[in-house]
């Protein structure tokens, strides 16, 4: 365990070593193994220590087999004696804020509510715990979160120690450990005693603000997502930015967001209700327009027309209406825009199936389409002008009439 800095000083940044092996990776990453480390090998739900060995980075730091392989941009010289290292501090001290205010929220969640954790990750940039609860109140997470910032504000000693078996069995350990030798424990005055191969700071204060930010029921536990320390100013900053925006936008008091956002979502509501209906009314006026406009033919309207902006609701919407003003109609649309869109319609009073008519014009823009012999609809190519597309189908509709 001497070899291990971090565990003798979690503070340490900088230190010497030499190279005790230097090997190759399968998919040929440079590896080398030292005499000594204070990089913090991926391990206990904390992920590894970033740096450089004499200037070289270190991409991912794992324990295998006893052995700590730094694993290296490029590789050390051979004849190096002396490696010095360097640990990415910031990043350290982020995860020993994480992983601490991990312990302490585990242990409060333990402490009120006898809740048991059961899963950790450290992400990049929140943090989750699962907690043996199947239900979690607002109030409760309140008060879990209250708890572990007042162990925060006492700056309470952390002690993190190989402890003897007999030491082991006096502890009040919130969970078992993994290991059965070299047991470490993370001690946290007078509230918490897990085992933690992790690294620490020495008091409670530096974990910084705790802050719970949602939490949501997976299998039959909580899922809470937290951040701890800077990472608790850094999403507050983001937060307050988004609640700034908004509230500009909105020109209300923050505190008034989410009942002027709700008002305004009814007044949507109530706008795209009466939108609708005079475009409904929109739409008979136009109907009964084409249809006053519509010439007779073996006794039939025949509305044609062709569009630029309208989707292929609105061209059934407007079908519908005409059809429905006189039995004895047809309307024939095409709307064209990136591709050429058909709707024919006939009232209850023609005898012309408009499956048929659409079946028959389709091939003309290598076209997909279906429908009754009501109503039917179908899309194709422009390699014919939409007008061309309305005039064949009129023609056919014609001969089907006459015939008739
Ligand atoms: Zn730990």
């Not at 190279?19 to 739900?45: H, K, S, W």
């Not at 422009?382 to 009129?394: I, L, P, Q």
Request: with cysteine; aromatic share 6%; proline share 4%.
């Amino acid at each position: 365990m001497k070899d291990k800095l971090y565990y003798e000083d979690p503070y340490k940044k900088e230190f010497t070593a030499s190279i005790l092996r230097q090997g190759t990776e399968r998919d040929g990453t440079p590896f080398v193994v030292l005499t000594q480390t204070a990089f913090y090998p991926t391990g206990g739900g904390q992920p590894c220590d970033l740096g450089t060995l004499s200037g070289i980075d270190v991409i991912d730091v794992e324990e295998i087999e006893g052995e700590i392989r730094h694993r290296l941009r490029g590789a050390l010289p051979e004849d190096k004696s002396e490696i010095a290292g360097k640990i990415d501090w910031q990043r350290r001290f982020d995860h020993m804020q994480q992983h601490t205010g991990q312990h302490i929220l585990s242990a409060a969640f333990e402490q009120l509510y006898d809740a048991a954790t059961v899963g950790f990750h450290l992400g990049r940039e929140t943090v989750t715990v699962d907690i043996a609860l199947p239900e979690l109140s607002r109030e409760q997470a309140e008060a879990v979160e209250q708890l572990a910032n007042s162990i925060v504000f006492e700056n309470r000693d952390i002690i993190a120690r190989f402890v003897e078996p007999q030491e082991l069995a006096q502890l009040p350990l919130r969970k078992p450990p993994s290991v059965s030798e070299n047991v470490r424990i993370v001690m946290i005055a007078d509230f918490d005693y897990s085992p933690c191969g992790g690294t620490h700071p020495s008091r409670t204060g530096e974990v910084g603000p705790i802050k719970i930010l949602t939490w949501e029921r997976y299998k039959n536990n909580n899922r809470i997502e937290f951040v701890c320390g800077a990472r608790t100013i850094r999403e507050m900053n983001k937060k307050q930015m988004i609640l700034r925006d908004a509230s500009r936008l909105l020109t209300s008091g923050e505190a008034e967001l989410a009942d002027n956002v709700t008002r305004l979502l009814t007044e949507r509501k109530e706008l795209e209700r009466s939108l609708l209906e005079a475009r409904g009314k929109l739409f008979e006026y136009e109907a009964g327009e084409l249809v006053e406009a519509a010439p007779l033919n073996a006794g039939i309207h025949l509305v044609t027309k062709t569009f630029t902006d309208r989707t292929m609701q609105d061209l059934q919407k407007l079908a519908n209406h005409v059809t429905s003003i006189k039995p004895n109609t047809v309307a024939l649309f095409a709307g064209y825009g990136d591709k050429t869109q058909l709707v024919f319609a006939r009232g209850s009073a023609v005898p012309i199936a408009m499956n048929n008519l659409l079946k028959e014009t389709l091939p003309l823009i290598d076209g997909k389409g279906g429908g009754n012999p009501n109503v039917a609809q179908g899309g194709g190519n422009m390699s014919v002008s939409a007008g061309d597309v309305v005039a064949y189908a009129e023609r056919i509709l014609k001969e089907s009439l006459s015939s008739n």
